[in-house]
């Protein structure tokens, strides 16, 4: 069965976030010198406003090229709307999303800027997204990576997705393409990379193992600077916050996550101050698609860029937080944090519905 494109191109990365990018360009750095500068990355504008990253991409010259990707949601189709509602009873349901499965790829295709077939290997973050479902349906085959670190720990989102008869669900899309089923579950997806099979309660027998420390370990001091550059828009202005503070004060690093309405979060994060700023200074660093406008809310804190990489402190010579608080986000084993709280799903059932972050409970 062949299983990779045709010879000519190496590799193209479908990424959808910051951190895709970030993850992406650890995996080109860890190759051979030679293999360097060839793959394409391909950046999906449906989920983040990329800003001026393309450029500062291009300029580093870790790519051949950097395409922008116009992905469309599935509600930007009118056509699709009779099946996304789905139909009567169990078999309505899957009738109709079989005829979304194929029609979404067909509706998708004429924003796709390449010809994926072309690659001989393709990597894609979020299968779950649109391109997903095209690439299954175009029967190309592809390695999916998983969306953000250990993010299946919290949230699997497949068994989710398909909780009710999931193994027919998985037989229909891992074996007969009817239906598409993400996260390694598609009759496309060679594998599926993630950072710590153990920490997946349900593992899958397409997930390999891929470490990111690895591949921060292996960086040389000018690829972290390579990577700096990509990231930092402004290297002033973020060496500043990172000195902001007396000397021998505590630093305590919250990050924020796009919860809740704008209402409840800023509430959140207001609560989270409240309970850590008596052990030290307070700052923020706000999620990339975290709309709340922190800067106005609250100036009296020190910010930093929310389009940079939570990752990027790592590469500061002497940066240290006493203490890195996160509601949801992965933050074990950061190097710059001498403790990390990760305040979970009992912190947020005061603020809503349990079974909404509650999601592997209910698989």
Not at 65 to 70: I, K, P
Not at 109 to 119: H, L
Not at 259 to 275: G, S
Request: aromatic share 12%.
């Amino acid at each position: 069965m062949k299983k990779r494109g045709r010879a000519g191109r190496p590799r193209i990365y479908v990424c959808h976030t910051f951190y895709h990018v970030y993850v992406t360009i650890l995996k080109e750095l860890a190759l051979p010198k030679e293999k360097q500068g060839q793959a394409v990355l391909l950046l999906s504008l449906m989920s983040n406003d990329f800003g001026d990253l393309k450029g500062r991409v291009e300029a580093a010259g870790i790519f051949r090229e950097v395409l922008d990707f116009d992905e469309k949601r599935e509600d930007f189709f009118p056509e699709l709307e009779k099946w996304r509602k789905g139909g009567s009873g169990f078999l309505g349901n899957l009738y109709c999303r079989v005829r979304f499965t194929k029609l979404y790829a067909k509706l998708e295709a004429p924003y796709v800027p390449v010809d994926f077939r072309d690659y001989r290997d393709i990597y894609v973050y979020c299968d779950s997204d649109p391109i997903g479902y095209y690439l299954n349906q175009n029967k190309i085959y592809y390695h999916a990576v998983e969306d953000g670190l250990n993010c299946l720990k919290n949230f699997d989102a497949a068994r989710y997705d398909n909780r009710g008869h999931f193994k027919l669900k998985v037989f229909l899309s891992r074996k007969l393409n009817l239906i598409f089923v993400q996260n390694g579950y598609g009759k496309y997806c060679l594998d599926m990379e993630v950072n710590d099979i153990s920490a997946i309660r349900y593992p899958c027998p397409q997930y390999i193992e891929a470490p990111r420390k690895e591949l921060v370990d292996r960086l040389t001091e000018e690829d972290k600077e390579i990577i700096l550059k990509v990231f930092i828009r402004d290297m002033e202005e973020m060496k500043k916050q990172l000195s902001t503070g007396r000397d021998g004060e505590n630093k305590i690093l919250i990050l924020t996550e796009p919860l809740c309405t704008l209402k409840v979060r800023e509430q959140i994060f207001r609560d989270i101050i409240k309970m850590y700023e008596p052990e030290g200074k307070i700052f923020l660093k706000p999620h990339p698609r975290d709309e709340l406008d922190y800067r106005e809310k609250f100036s009296e804190y020190p910010q930093f860029d929310g389009s940079v990489p939570m990752e990027m402190l790592q590469f500061f010579p002497n940066v240290r937080f006493q203490k890195v608080v996160g509601v949801f986000t992965e933050i074990t084993g950061l190097p710059f944090a001498d403790e990390t709280v990760c305040l979970g799903a009992d912190f947020m059932d005061a603020y809503e519905d349990p079974l909404i972050h509650r999601q592997n409970e209910q698989i």
